[in-house]
């Protein structure tokens, strides 16, 4: 039990209690507060392992960008804003179980199979901009220009979709 | 650290992303729950990379391009909810059933 067992813990439960709260939650620009607390925590859960541009990112994108698009998204397909019932639909007992059977089974599995694992955080190489940039423009360059290539796509698809007339 | 807490934490996210799937009517929660998801994948290869030591990083670059991947799914998908609201009025996973084969009750509360 060491320091980073400590504060890996704790970041792991307020990502968790919140990551319940952004499912839980009655009103669509409360869940997407909660969103944000959530991938806060885990981009700390990625300071902790050392991955320090991942973290970046994951502020930078997600928060900065992903949970931003989502309130855009629910402020104009008008979701309910008020406290309303029927954000859920009427399966939840059955949603609840196979997600508690989905952790269960992925939990005690994962747990099992890698319960001495240790990983040395004081030895291994930060992740920092310097090492990241030179994994992906060294060994990654193929994937990384054909993520830019589905980028686009995805620009260019969103646009034609929410275009009224073509 | 022990890496069980990772993978740990990891399946537990994955869990509440599927409630939120299935649990969810309006379609943005929806994809808030689908973030959930990729997320806890994405805590699962930093984890390896950080376990394994990789001297490619090949578990970072992994979760950038995830990273970049879930973007471009938010931007689409929301595209697509947006489309649909404009066609039906709704953004209601439920009162989409023009694909099932027969409706057993009518789904009158479209109110998501």
Redesign the interface.
């Known amino acids: 039990m060491?320091g980073?067992?400590v504060v890996?813990?704790l970041l792991?439960l307020v990502?968790?209690a919140a990551?319940?709260l952004?499912?839980t939650a009655r009103n669509?620009i409360h869940?997407?507060l909660w969103?944000v607390v959530?991938?806060g925590g885990?981009a700390g859960?990625?300071l902790?392992?050392?991955?320090e541009?991942?973290a970046w990112?994951?502020v930078l994108?997600?928060i900065g960008?992903?949970v931003v698009?989502?309130l855009?998204?629910?402020m104009?397909?008008?979701?309910?804003i008020g406290h309303?019932q029927?954000?859920?639909?009427r399966?939840?007992p059955?949603?609840?179980m196979?997600?508690?059977a989905?952790?269960?089974l992925?939990?005690t599995?994962?747990?099992a199979a890698?319960?001495g694992?240790?990983?040395?955080?004081h030895?291994?190489?930060v992740?920092d901009g310097r090492?990241?940039g030179g994994?992906?423009f060294r060994?990654?360059v193929l994937?990384?220009e054909v993520?830019s290539v589905?980028?686009l796509?995805?620009?260019v698809?969103?646009?034609v979709?929410?275009r009224?007339e073509i | 650290m022990h890496l069980s807490l990772a993978v740990g934490l990891s399946a537990l996210l994955f869990g509440v992303g599927v409630y939120g799937v299935l649990a969810r009517r309006n379609a943005v929660a929806l994809l808030m729950a689908v973030e959930l998801m990729l997320n806890a994948a994405n805590l699962d290869l930093v984890a390896f990379d950080a376990w394994w030591r990789d001297r490619l990083h090949g578990g970072q670059v992994f979760a950038l391009f995830l990273i970049v991947i879930a973007a471009a799914e938010v931007g689409v998908g929301l595209a697509i909810v947006l489309a649909v609201f404009r066609l039906r009025d709704t953004s209601s996973v439920d009162a989409l059933t023009d694909l099932a084969e027969s409706d057993p009750q009518p789904v009158a509360d479209v109110a998501g």
């Open positions: 060491t980073a067992d890996f813990g792991g990502t968790l990551a319940v952004v499912v669509v869940a997407a969103l959530s991938l885990l859960c990625y902790v392992l050392t991955a541009f991942v990112v994951q994108i997600y960008a992903v698009l989502m855009f998204g629910a104009l397909t008008r979701a309910p309303v029927d954000l859920d639909s399966n939840r059955v949603a609840a196979a997600a508690a989905t952790a269960g992925l939990g599995l994962v747990v890698f319960k694992a240790y990983v040395d955080v030895h291994s190489a992740g090492e990241l994994a992906i060994w990654f994937p990384f993520a589905l980028l796509a995805a620009l698809g969103a646009i979709l929410t009224r």
